[in-house]
T-cell receptor, first 115, second 110 residues
Framework: DTAVSQTPKYLVTQMGNDKSIKCEQN?????MYWYKQDSKKFLKIMFS???????INETVPNRFSPKSPDKAHLNLHINSLELGDSAVYFC??????????????FGPGTRLTVL | TQLLEQSPQFLSIQEGENLTVYCNSS?????LQWYRQEPGEGPVLLVT?????EVKKLKRLTFQFGDARKDSSLHITAAQPGDTGLYLC??????????FGPGTRLSVLP
């Protein structure tokens, strides 16, 4: 009964490859997010999706593309991986609406290593 | 761009000591949240503060939101080794602009 789950937990790949990370939430939340946490533990928002619409798109390279097949899923696809993409990627979800403050529930993270 | 700063960056204390960590910005936030992250896991929400001057208590943790809603503090009383972790503050600005601070890494030694 995990609230926010991500797969895989670890991903090791070569430079230039294309890879995807999957995220699912069973909380019934309206909004899902992708964050990147670098080696200094700085957590930076990459994307958020609300009702299958992109509402925040930070200045990330267009090699990164979020895909949301339905409200419970937000996958992250990365093309032409680069060394600098190595980081931990977190998926999160939150509920919008009156009385809610975008309190975020995070997944366990995917540690991506690009060789 | 709204930014959050946290201090100290690192803090190592003995079990039983008290501590305060700070989260500051020059911007106003509609709400501010504190999270704790343990190694190998995602951040876990501790509290949300919304009203300027608001104080919330969670057992030995006391959270305060500044009157102007630009800063916040987290005070831990009688710290325990289980309090060890990375403490992150996160603010929601107007227009759903959501930003995290760089974190305070706390180590409580037995």
């Amino acid at each position: 009964d995990t609230a926010v789950s991500q797969t895989p937990k670890y991903l090791v790949t070569q430079m230039g490859n294309d890879k995807s990370i999957k995220c699912e939430q069973n909380l019934g939340h309206d909004t899902m997010y992708w964050y990147k946490q670098d080696s200094k533990k700085f957590l930076k928002i990459m994307f958020s999706y609300n009702n299958k619409e992109l509402i925040i798109n930070e200045t990330v390279p267009n090699r990164f593309s979020p895909k949301s097949p339905d409200k419970a899923h937000l996958n992250l696809h990365i093309n032409s991986l680069e060394l600098g993409d190595s980081a931990v990627y977190f998926c999160a979800s939150s509920q919008e609406g009156r009385g809610f403050y975008n309190e975020q529930f995070f997944g366990p993270g995917t540690r991506l290593t690009v060789l | 761009t709204q930014l959050l700063e946290q201090s100290p960056q690192f803090l190592s204390i003995q079990e039983g000591e008290n501590l305060t960590v700070y989260c500051n910005s020059s911007s106003v936030f509609s709400s501010l949240q504190w999270y704790r992250q343990e190694p190998g896991e995602g951040p876990v929400l501790l509290v949300t503060v919304v009203t300027g001057g608001e104080v919330k208590k969670l057992k030995r943790l006391t959270f305060q939101f500044g009157d102007a809603r630009k800063d916040s503090s987290l005070h831990i009383t009688a710290a325990q080794p289980g309090d060890t972790g990375l403490y992150l503050c996160a603010g929601e600005g107007y227009g759903q602009n959501f930003v995290f601070g760089p974190g305070t890494r706390l180590s409580v030694l037995p």
